[in-house]
């Protein structure tokens, strides 16, 4: 997985709002209307939201008639534990001080 890829799923994480949106498709998928009645904000910044939690791969989205329906993406939060096991995997803890600083 390239950087551009992995600071994509971060971000989603990255903003409240995203999280909460996050916290409601928990429970299921969830149309956008239902989203919407469920959190402060307006109809354009929930579709800049969902946007970039889609574009991360950790939503997906469906469209039935004219909303748009999402839900969690297996796949999507597989690559995020993937990536954060082998970073965990890969790091080595020290005690802070840099072979530089010695």
């Not at 992995?6 to 209307?33: H, P, T, W, Y």
């Not at 109809?43 to 800049?48: G, I, M, R």
Request: aromatic share 4%; hydrophobic share 35%; net charge negative.
């Amino acid at each position: 997985m390239d950087n551009k890829r992995i600071a994509s799923m971060f971000k989603a994480f990255c903003d409240e709002n995203r999280v909460q949106i996050l916290e409601l498709l928990r429970g299921g998928e969830r149309c956008a209307c239902s989203i919407l009645e469920e959190m402060q904000i307006t109809q354009p910044t929930l579709s800049h939201h969902m946007k970039i939690l889609c574009d991360s791969g950790v939503v997906v989205g469906r469209k039935e008639g004219k909303w748009m329906h999402y839900s969690i993406s297996e796949d999507g939060l597989e690559n995020v534990m993937n990536y954060l096991d082998e970073l965990m995997k890969n790091t080595k803890m020290g005690d802070g001080n840099c072979e530089s600083c010695r």
